[in-house]
T-cell receptor, first 114, second 111 residues
Framework: ETGVTQTPRHLVMGMTNKKSLKCEQHLGHNAMYWYKQSAKKPLELMFV???????ENNSVPSRFSPECPNSSHLFLHLHTLQPEDSALYLC?????????????FGPGTRLTVL | EDKVVQSPLSLVVHEGDTVTLNCSYEVTNFRSLLWYKQEKKAPTFLFML??SGIEKKSGRLSSILDKKELSSILNITATQTGDSAIYLCAVEADSNYQLIWGAGTKLIIKP
C-alpha cells in the first residue's frame, strides 16, 4: 500500500457514457497528478494540481475534465471518450518541491472504451 | 525537447543472472533521476539520484548516476523471479518539478 487509493480499479464504458475516476491520498502531500499509461509508451502526464490549483494541463482533450476539491482528493471526469482512450490511468501524489518530488502512485484504473 | 530513453526495451534472463538497465536523458537544468519498479499496477519508488558517482544500494539492487554521460544504470544481482517487472526511469528538471518519464524496460526472469 502506497497511501494512494484509486477507484474503480476496472471500468468499461461506451463512447456516450459519463463516468468519473477517483483518487485519494493519505500522505499529507500537496501535489496530485493524473497520468495515462498506454502499452510500450512513456507515462503521459495529463494534469497536475498543487495546493488544489491546476498548474499543468498537457494539451489533454476536453473530454477529460479534472477536479481537485482539496489536497487529498482528485477526480477525473470522463465524457464521450474514444476507443483510443483505453489505457491504465494512474494517480500520484508528492510533496512538490525541490528535491522532494518522489511521487507515490495509486494502483490505477484500467479503462476500456468500447 | 526534454527526453528520457531507456534500454533495452525488454530483457529475458535466467534466475541468478545479473542485469544492468540503462537510462539516458536530455533535459535542461537536471535536478534528479528516479527509478521505479512496476509489477502489476502502481509503480513503486526504488531510488532517487542527484549526485554523480555515488552508488545507492538496496539489497540486490543498486544504481549510480553519471552526469557527464547524462545517464544512469540500475543493477540487479542474483536475480529472482520476483524481480520480473517493468523498470521505469524518470528525470526531474528544475523548471517545474515534474517528472519526464522513459518508456521502461520490461524485465523477465525465467526460473
Amino acid at each position: 500500500e502506497t497511501g494512494v487509493t484509486q477507484t474503480p480499479r476496472h471500468l468499461v464504458m461506451g463512447m456516450t457514457n459519463k463516468k468519473s475516476l477517483k483518487c485519494e491520498q493519505h500522505l499529507g502531500h500537496n501535489a496530485m497528478y493524473w497520468y495515462k499509461q498506454s502499452a510500450k509508451k512513456p507515462l503521459e502526464l495529463m494534469f497536475v494540481y498543487n495546493f488544489k490549483e491546476q498548474t499543468e494541463n498537457n494539451s489533454v482533450p476536453s473530454r477529460f475534465s479534472p477536479e481537485c476539491p482539496n489536497s487529498s482528493h482528485l477526480f477525473l471526469h470522463l465524457h464521450t471518450l474514444q476507443p483510443e482512450d483505453s489505457a491504465l490511468y494512474l494517480c500520484a501524489s508528492s510533496l512538490h518541491g525541490p528535491g522532494r518530488n518522489e511521487q507515490f502512485f495509486g494502483p490505477g484504473t484500467r479503462l476500456t472504451v468500447l | 525537447e526534454d527526453k528520457v530513453v531507456q534500454s533495452p526495451l525488454s530483457l529475458v534472463v535466467h534466475e541468478g543472472d545479473t542485469v544492468t538497465l540503462n537510462c539516458s536523458y536530455e533535459v535542461t537544468n537536471f535536478r534528479s533521476l528516479l527509478w521505479y519498479k512496476q509489477e502489476k499496477k502502481a509503480p513503486t519508488f526504488l531510488f532517487m539520484l542527484t549526485s554523480s558517482g555515488i552508488e545507492k544500494k538496496s539489497g540486490r539492487l543498486s544504481s549510480i548516476l553519471d552526469k557527464k554521460e547524462l545517464s544512469s544504470i540500475l543493477n540487479i544481482t542474483a536475480t529472482q523471479t520476483g524481480d520480473s517487472a517493468i523498470y521505469l526511469c524518470a528525470v526531474e528538471a528544475d523548471s517545474n518539478y515534474q517528472l519526464i518519464w522513459g518508456a521502461g524496460t520490461k524485465l523477465i526472469i525465467k526460473p
